[in-house]
């Protein structure tokens, strides 16, 4: 049986779903950046996977998808810094605590 | 003419003005100022009364000359304009000799007075106020100086302010004479209605046209009269004349007795041509006028201040000229002799008060009761008041004689011809006696006999030569003056106006008999009554022949009747003064209850009102401001529950928002292709 494109789309919605239950319901701050690290990826299986099987797609797809890994990279630097300088001023990661700006 | 006459105006004015802003700072006090512009207009009306009546010798001259005052609107112009004729000139020449010379007298006789400066401020008021009046063109201006020379009078009675009977007597006067001047207006206006116009040869040729005629021209003209009335002291408004006393004498002398009352008189003969032309205005004014000429020389008889007699005689005398202009109306000649008894009267009447004054200056009281004797006192005074007296009684050489003689021919007359109405003739006649008799009542008890007051009469002594040489000037007047009025008016020319001396010409050609029988009649008549009453007069105040107790016992209530002048003033009191005072009461009771109330009563609707507004404010504005705050409140309330602030609930409804909003467009997309 041929790899279709289906296939790809499957593997790629079923990362989508597992990074959303993981941003969802993990309250870890660091927990959650791994789910947005998972569904940053299911985007890029996607446009590798439409970059091969669509017609005249060059390699528009691929670039994005480099674009996307090192956009990954930056926002991974970025948040977990975030998330450093959040611990040091709640001690504490678990988002649903930090309620200060709360009404 | 035209520089002249306003010359005539301007110097007065001008001594005012100096004399009202600068009088106290100018040395004498400024008496100079207005004693100097009296005398220059004097001068001016000289040389225009040579020039009218000497050189242009026309009994219809005429000089009219009008300048634009204001647009009243509507094709309607008031102008200012001179009116110079020979009645124009004649009077101005009696207003400013007259008025010169009692400026000159009272520069001594109020000498060392408060106010003095004030004083001649008023005077010269006056003397412009009346110069306007004798020179002016229309009803309008008329009216205008009619009121000012109602001022000066106010404020001249009044001279002596502090004394409450001068006040009263100042406030009644200008009210009195307030009566009369309403009527007056009423018939000016009634004129100016039916006519539109206000100048008086405009007016005189339209009634002439017959556009004013009927009972419209009567009222006009009886109301017109009715200024006349008032101003001239005429029954039943006299009764301020003889309170007018109060003022300082040669006030008296001057507005009094020689000008402003005769410019009732003046006014009456100026507009002769509107009353001419109704014969029912007519016999009013005559009737009135001898009501007045009798009935105030009755009450003169037995006055006995020495002013009061003086001041009911000039009303007695202003009878007689309105009686002679009534008259005037059906007989030729009656109206000429009323105006020239107006010039006659000022000359010897002013120069009764003049001694008077001169008399009561030396003495210190107003009561011939205690006068007596002054003759070897003041010569000069007893015999300049001797004339003044002679010249009033009409006696023969004396400037009265041939004006009352002209009067009372013209009654006689009038009487003749119209039978119903020879009381007039007698009336006057009966009065004329009456006259001489008080007149020399006056003189035997003031300068004959022995001095009932000896203390007065040892302080008496004769007046100061500014006062004593008018008083020699109007005597001289008062014997040639008049003379030579009677020849300037008589032989040379007529003074009746020029619309009414057609009318007059050709009544003289078909009434010349009855005239010279008239004339010869009534000058026989006057002369037996004039030497009746100076003959009983001597016999009762001089040779004391006839006893005067006897005499007052025996009049009983006749005496009673004159001594309280009729009662004239007390029935005013019980009428026209208690209704005053009634209504007064009334309008009172009014203020305090309905128009107090009604002032009251908008308290509360105000204090209503600000509450219903306090409650609008409270509940609707702030309700709404309110109700906006609750909504704000309300929606932020709702919208705080979607910030929950947990970060993964924001992830879900963004989750579920795609999700719809895919689910969404997979309908749309369905439902269309």
């Known amino acids: 049986m041929a790899v279709t494109l289906e296939h790809y789309l499957v593997v790629s919605i079923t990362l989508f779903s597992l990074g959303m239950f993981i941003v969802m319901t993990r ?15 299911s985007a890029n299986l996607n446009l590798i996977a439409f970059n091969r099987y669509l017609p005249g797609m060059d390699a528009s797809g691929n670039i994005f998808a480099v674009f996307v890994i090192m956009l990954a990279a930056a926002e991974a630097a970025v948040a977990l810094a975030i998330v450093l300088a959040i611990f040091q001023q709640f001690s504490t990661i678990q988002l649903d605590e930090i309620s200060s700006m709360k009404h | 003419m035209e520089t002249l006459a306003w010359l005539i105006l301007a110097f007065p004015i001008i001594a005012l003005v100096i004399q009202y802003f600068f009088g106290k700072k100018l040395p004498r006090q400024g008496d100079w100022v207005s004693t100097g512009a009296i005398g220059l207009s004097l001068i001016c009306s000289f040389i225009l009364f040579i020039k009218v009546i000497f050189i242009e010798s026309d009994p219809n001259f005429l000089f009219q000359v009008s300048y634009p005052w204001f647009s009243g609107g509507g094709g309607l112009d008031f102008r200012f304009g001179f009116h110079i004729d020979n009645l124009t000139v004649v009077m101005l020449m009696v207003v400013t000799i007259v008025s010169f010379l009692v400026h000159l007298y009272s520069i001594g006789y109020m000498h060392g007075e408060d106010f003095y400066d004030s004083f001649f401020a008023y005077m010269s008021l006056f003397s412009f106020s009346m110069l306007l009046l004798v020179l002016c063109d229309n009803l309008f201006i008329l009216y205008i100086s009619w009121e000012l020379v109602g001022l000066s009078s106010y404020l001249l009675i009044g001279f002596y302010f502090w ?4 006040a009263d007597a100042s406030k009644k006067a200008f009210i009195t004479t307030r009566v009369g001047d309403v009527f007056m207006f009423i018939g000016i206006m009634t004129v100016f209605l039916y006519l539109g116009k206000l100048n008086y040869t405009e007016i005189f040729e339209a009634v002439s046209h017959g556009e004013l005629s009927g009972w419209v021209l009567t009222i006009a003209g009886i109301c017109l009269f009715g200024g006349a009335v008032g101003k001239s002291a005429q029954f039943p408004l006299h009764v301020w004349l003889p309170d007018a006393m109060e003022g300082p004498t040669p006030v008296s002398a001057l507005i009094h007795a020689a000008t402003m009352v005769a410019a009732g008189v003046y006014m009456v003969g100026r507009l002769f041509p509107i009353f001419h032309s109704s014969p029912e205005a007519m016999l009013v004014i005559a009737y009135i006028g001898l009501i007045t000429a009798f009935f105030a020389s009755l009450i003169a008889i037995t006055q006995t201040d020495i002013k009061r007699i003086l001041a009911y005689s000039t009303l007695s005398q202003l009878g007689y000229m309105i009686t002679a202009l009534g008259v005037g109306g059906f007989v030729v000649g009656a109206y000429t002799a009323g105006l020239y008894h107006l010039m006659t ?26 006068m007596g004797g002054l003759r070897k006192k003041m010569p000069i005074t007893a015999l300049t008041m001797i004339i003044g007296t002679l010249a009033i009684s009409g006696v023969p050489f004396f400037s ?3 004006s009352k003689d002209a009067i009372l021919a013209g009654a006689l007359q009038f009487g003749l011809e119209h039978p119903q109405h020879f009381l007039i003739f007698l009336g006057l006649l009966i009065g004329a006696g009456i006259t001489s008799f008080y007149m020399f009542r006056l003189i035997f008890l003031t ?37 030579g009025l009677y020849g300037a008016l008589w032989l040379n020319s007529s003074i009746v106006p020029p619309v009414i001396g057609a009318v007059h010409e050709a009544a003289a050609q078909g009434a010349g ?18 030497f ?9 105040y001089y040779k004391r022949s006839i006893s005067v107790e006897m005499l007052t016992k025996k009049m009983g209530p006749l005496y009673q009747l004159s001594y309280n002048k009729f009662w004239v003033d007390e029935f005013y009191e019980k009428t026209v003064i208690a209704f005053v005072m009634k209504s007064r009461m009334v ?22 009102v600000a509450i219903f507004s306090g409650a609008v404010d409270k509940y609707v504005v702030d309700g709404l401001v309110n109700l906006l705050a609750i909504l704000v409140q309300a929606i932020g309330a709702v919208s705080t529950l979607f910030q929950s602030g947990v970060i993964q609930n924001y992830l879900l409804k963004a989750a579920c928002a795609v999700g719809a909003l895919l689910l969404i467009h997979n309908v749309i997309m369905r439902v269309l292709y």
């Open chain 2, 400 to 402: 009265g004689f041939g």
């Open chain 1, 27 to 41: 309250r870890n701050g660091i927990r959650m950046l791994m789910g947005v690290e998972l569904i940053l990826n």
């Open chain 2, 345 to 370: 009267h000022a000359f010897f009447k002013s120069l009764l008060f003049l001694c008077s004054g001169s008399v009561i200056h030396a003495v210190h009281t107003n009561e011939i009761t205690s």
């Open chain 2, 447 to 483: 300068f004959f006999g022995e001095p009932r007051d000896q203390e007065k009469f040892d302080h008496a002594h004769e007046s100061p030569v500014t006062m004593t040489l008018p008083l020699i000037i109007l005597a001289l007047l008062s014997i040639i003056g008049g003379w």
């Open chain 2, 163 to 166: 004394k409450d009977s001068a």
């Open chain 2, 532 to 540: 009746t009453g100076i003959a009983f007069s001597y016999m009762v």
């Open chain 2, 513 to 530: 008999h009855g005239s010279a029988l008239a004339h010869y009649g009534a000058m026989v008549l006057s002369l037996l009554v004039a």
């Open chain 2, 587 to 608: 309008l009172r009771t009014f203020d305090n209850t309905v128009v107090d109330g009604a002032v009251n009563i908008t308290a509360p609707i105000t204090r209503g």
